[in-house]
C-alpha cells in the first residue's frame, strides 16, 4: 500500500507516530500505512509492559515526548522473546524512510515463527 494522507489531527495523539506530529517535509505534511506500523508498536509495548510515555495528561507534552525522545523498546531480559523485541524495535523506528511498511513487516522472524496457514 502506498498511499499517502494528509490529516494530521485526526486520530490519537498518543499514538501517532513522529511524522504525523512534525512531518520531515512541512510544505508536504504527508504520510503512509509507516504511521499505522508506528501504533502497532507502541500498542504492542503497551500490551507487553505499560503505556510507554509518562506526560499524558497534557496533549502537548505526549507529542513532544514522542518526538524528542528516543524509541519506546522492550528487552529481553524483561522476559520478552528477542524476535519480539526486534519486531516492536522493527515497528518504531523513528526515521518513517527506514521504517518498515507491512509487507516487510511479514517478513520478520516474529511473524514468520507464529504464523499459522
Not at 17 to 22: F, G, H, K, L, N
Not at 64 to 74: E, K, Q, T
Not at 86 to 91: A, L, N, T
Not at 95 to 114: C, M, N, Q, S, T
Request: aromatic share 10%; net charge neutral; charged share 25%.
Amino acid at each position: 500500500v502506498d498511499s499517502k494522507v494528509k490529516t494530521r489531527d485526526q486520530g490519537c495523539p498518543a499514538y501517532m507516530s513522529p511524522e504525523r506530529i512534525d512531518p520531515p517535509d512541512q510544505d508536504n505534511p504527508t504520510y503512509d500505512i509507516r504511521a499505522d506500523v508506528w501504533s502497532l508498536g507502541i500498542t504492542l509495548i503497551e500490551l507487553a509492559r505499560k503505556y510507554p510515555y509518562n506526560n499524558t495528561a497534557v496533549q502537548f507534552s505526549l507529542m513532544a515526548d514522542i518526538v524528542r525522545l528516543p524509541a519506546p523498546a522492550l528487552s529481553v531480559k524483561d522476559g520478552f522473546s528477542e524476535e519480539f523485541v526486534g519486531f516492536v524495535g522493527f515497528c518504531l523506528i523513528k526515521d518513517v524512510r527506514k521504517r518498515p511498511k507491512y509487507g516487510e513487516l511479514l517478513e520478520h522472524a516474529f511473524i514468520k515463527k507464529h504464523a499459522t496457514v
